[in-house]
T-cell receptor, first 115, second 114 residues
Framework: DGGITQSPKYLFRKEGQNVTLSCEQN?????MYWYRQDPGQGLRLIYY???????QKGDIAEGYSVSREKKESFPLTVTSAQKNPTAFYLC??????????????FGPGTRLTVT | AQSVTQLGSHVSVSEGALVLLRCNYS??????LFWYVQYPNQGLQLLLK??????LVKGINGFEAEFKKSETSFHLTKPSAHMSDAAEYFC????????????FGAGTILRVKS
């Protein structure tokens, strides 16, 4: 089955530690996205990538970093510089800017708790 | 800049009653519009989308939405609510030529009473 996987489902870290969230897709999509979800605030875009080895900051990129070395993978690192990292993180993909398809497909999410 | 406003962070209906979730958007160019549903601790699932053509679009699980350009609205409806419809619903807008990004509303939590 084609889809997006995120691991782990739940992640716990101590304050001051960096943590990397995994996102893998087998949809052959060019574009991938990371969102942060907080109650009552909808989804906010952290980073996105339209092609391998290229990515752009979204609306709330401070304290986060990404890489896109493979088409299938778009890991997100939450650094110690992120002041309020506890949230639900969602990864999504889309067939890319060269197509007329704009809907995004979402993974199941990772709930990160930092104490 | 594009934006989405969902009126009502919480909506409560009785089982069998009409569901109406409101979405208004702001866009300087013709938008593509989407409704997604999210069950607790899960990802988002696409319910329906409007790109071009017919302004009344039908989606999964009996939901439909109508694009009204003059009102800049894309309200989601379902004639008869089911307990399984209880979830959070997000309206989103995308603008052509903008990196295929989506801008989401804050979400509406739908509660269905028995």
């Amino acid at each position: 089955d084609g889809g997006i996987t995120q691991s782990p489902k739940y992640l716990f870290r101590k304050e001051g530690q960096n943590v990397t969230l995994s996102c893998e897709q087998n949809l052959n999509h060019d574009a991938m996205y990371w969102y942060r979800q907080d109650p009552g605030q909808g989804l906010r875009l952290i980073y996105y990538s339209q092609i391998v080895n290229d990515f752009q900051k979204g609306d709330i990129a401070e304290g986060y970093s990404v890489s896109r070395e493979k088409k299938e993978s778009f890991p997100l690192t939450v650094t110690s510089a992120q002041k309020n990292p506890t949230a639900f993180y969602l990864c999504a993909s889309n067939s890319g800017p060269q197509t007329s398809s704009y809907e995004q497909y979402f993974g199941p999410g990772t709930r990160l708790t930092v104490t | 800049a594009q934006s989405v406003t969902q009126l009502g962070s919480h909506v409560s209906v009785s089982e069998g009653a009409l569901v109406l979730l409101r979405c208004n958007y702001s866009s300087s160019v013709p938008p593509y519009l989407f409704w997604y549903v999210q069950y607790p601790n899960q990802g988002l699932q696409l319910l329906l989308k409007y790109t071009t053509g017919a302004t009344l679009v039908k989606g999964i699980n009996g939901f439909e939405a109508e694009f009204k350009k003059s009102e800049t609205s894309f309200h989601l409806t379902k004639p008869s609510a089911h307990m399984s419809d209880a979830a959070e619903y997000f309206c989103a807008v995308s603008v052509r030529g903008y990196g295929n990004k989506l801008v989401f509303g804050a979400g509406t939590i739908l509660r269905v009473k028995s």
